[in-house]
């Protein structure tokens, strides 16, 4: 590893990973210095095709940032360019330099807006500090990909993993994934919050959530965040319940804003909490999730599974789906690309239901066009729950995909 | 070292050397437009009168072969890549004409590994003179700084095949290592504790070469059953402790790439297939080893199963996932190339649906016909392909050799040449403007599949057909470009190759698509 020349060891600082085994990341150490201007030093896996690129880009960064003056040493892996302003930028305030001031990545378009209740089956984690997996997230089509900045950032690295992040959410093109971004626990969140915002994520997980008064508070520093920057697309809230107190007070944080859009729980902290093993089955947290479910549907809103950490057990994957599934959630969240695919068939109806409900539907319209007050499908008389049930299903097929061509046009 | 190279432009516009090692040229003239005539070349005759009429053609070593065999300077030896980056004979052949004191040699391997860069040291010397042949990692830089006496000549296992049948490449003595092999020179790779399956890369050294070596360490009582290579093309029998190292000889297990997008590209090209109506009863495909193509023919094999198709035969280098394929009746037989695995190789040995074959059946392009162009589809890898569908095997994007052209420019003659290669790599655009190093032209090219998209060859209206209508998500190649470098941060800068060949790069019918230039 680099270390400074001179022993000036209080300013100089250094920031991101290099290695044999990294792989679209780079390392940058900055040692900033009275006079002389800027001096960089490149060693770079790609540098026949972006050596003059990526020195380009260091020297427009750190002007960017208001860096006059510092011996720069970048050892790039193959890093993109948001990756490098991120990383960059990281040395230099970590250096004391540049404060106050970004160093941004050229924009991608915006995704449209996403809606409250929109599909959320699968959420993909992607932990903050780990840039090679951004890239590509959206390319397996899960309903959302999840930039985290808690669990999986150290703390060491908390302030990397912001910018890159903030980068991310600027320069990356996710398809039509929802971006979302878990947040550290308040107040350590409302930093995250400051850094993040201002580049239109479309959820916020709140980690931890116990009381109805942490949402309000992030809440609120995102409604003055939009305000600040403009911002006039919705930002909906995800609070994770982690805790027995979280599930006590569940729908209470539900309801605590008309932007809280889902609720999930994390089973690992949750379990630990009650002192009990989590295990394949689920039989331990069957209460809280079913608490969960009903708070959320209580509240109006969406309720998300918690994660399957096997990621070599597809079929354990898909009987946690199922009964996720027949417990009352709308999706769950996963840790690896393969397990999108499992957790959308998870989260399917069947194609017996599809027809069932297609049925009761049909039904429900020809009586509204002639006016009958009662369904009736055969001999059957349908209450109008299950047309509600019914209308639902069939919307949420569609919107699966999985209604063939003609009857997806009603 | 050549003074002063002769450059033409060949058809495609490379400019290329006119004269190799001594030897006249002949310019890429275009897909199928060079046909020779004439008649190929031959062995010298020889008579029984001067082998024992014991079959016993054993000699104590490989040293006293190689003088019985007249090795003299200047002379062309050969040797097969079957054991891979196991293979201990060609360096222990090398180093006995190095004992003996000749210099100059033309070393022929059908290909090199890196565990052979002490052949390095023998150029150095000047026992050998250059190698013909594939070269990579440290050989491949010693070729492309420009150190080597010779130009590398870079040839695909069917244009090996073609050169030494053509007479462009006489072979003097062929050492040939052999898992297997009587003491007539009856000789196998199925069996033996350095079984490796196929021998067929060493099927055209044994019938063209002046003198034939078989080096063993598996002598069993004449006969050897069953026999690849013909005794009675062998001149001597060297027995020795080992031929090579068994765990690099064949890997214990391939392993299917864990990547989530190689599994997208693999899952994409399987889908085409399917999509396309190629997957249909009686079919026929080949897929290399690599991570992808072991992942394409898995995800291939749940689809047949799902469609209840049956493929009449698959072209190895066969594996595991082949094997399985075969045993579950998906497949009727495995015409084999090389044997990757051990699965493979227990396979090759018993069960006689998986059927070695040779460069002359598959891939000799100089032929009455060849099996590659009878495969529907076919499944390669590439470092770059460029937007009018060429592709680049040999070079880094930065001009270093990478590997050899192996069955690559072979396979394009397939039904369906399909590239699956991702965009780019860390920041290195796979898709790029022109190649560094053209090794397949465009118009034999149809389909490349990356992460981000399918790209059919606009040649192709008949692929593009098949697929309308389909979900899969088929992209303009210069709108998939245009995403990568937007990636990427703009176009990479063109590598800055010097003037000076170091390599060309045969096409299979032996004339010349391109140079490979000194770097650094």
Redo the contacts between chains.
Sequence with gaps: MTSPKEKKATQAAEAGHWGQDVRSDLHVSVEPRQSGGLEITLESRVAPYYGDAIRTQTRQVLETLGVKHALVSVHDEGALPFVISARLETAAKRAGLGAGNKALPEKVRLPEASVRDRLRRSRLYLPGTEPKYFINAGLHSPDAIILDLEDSVHHAEKDAARILVRNTLRGVDFGSCERMVRINQLPLGLEDLAEVIPEAPDMVLIPKVEHPGQVAQVDRMIEELKVRHSLNRPIWLMPILESAMGIENAFAIAAASANVAALTIGLEDYTADLGVTKTLEGTESLYARGRLVNAARAAGIQASDSVFGDVGDMEGLLRWGETSRALGFDGMGCIHPSQIAVIHSAFAPSQAEIEKSQKIVSAFEEAQQRGLGVVSLGSKMIDPPVVQRALKLVARAKAMGLLPKEAARN | MPERIELAHNAVGRRVPAMVNGKPQIPYLGAGKYQPRGRKAAPPVRSNKDYPESGDKRVPDLQTALQKCGLRDGMVISNHHHLRDGDRVALMALEAAAKLGVKDLMWFPSASFPSQKSAIDLMESGTIHHIEGSMNGPLGDYCTQGKMRGLGVLRSHGGRWQAIQDGEVHIDIAIIAAPTADAFGNADGSHGKSACGSLGFALADSLYADSAIVVTDNLVPFPCIPWQIQGNNVDYVVEVDSIGDPAKIVSGTTQITRS??R??IAELVAQFLRESGIMRNGFSFQAGAGGIALAFVDYLRRMMKEDGVKARFVRGGSTRYLVEMLQEGLTDYILDGQTFDLDAVQSIAGDPRHVPTSPFTSYNYHGKGSFASMVDAVVLGATEVDVNFNGNVVTH??GRLLHGIGGWQNCLSAGCTILAVPSF????PVIVDEVTTLTGPGELIDVVVT??GIAINPRRQDLLDAVKGSNLPIRPIQDIKAEIER????K??R??LGDRPVAIVKWVDGTVLDTVWQVG
């Design positions: 989530p997008d599994l997208r994007s930065d790599r860390d920041r290195i992460e981000r990636i990427c941060g703009g990479p800068a590598p800055k």
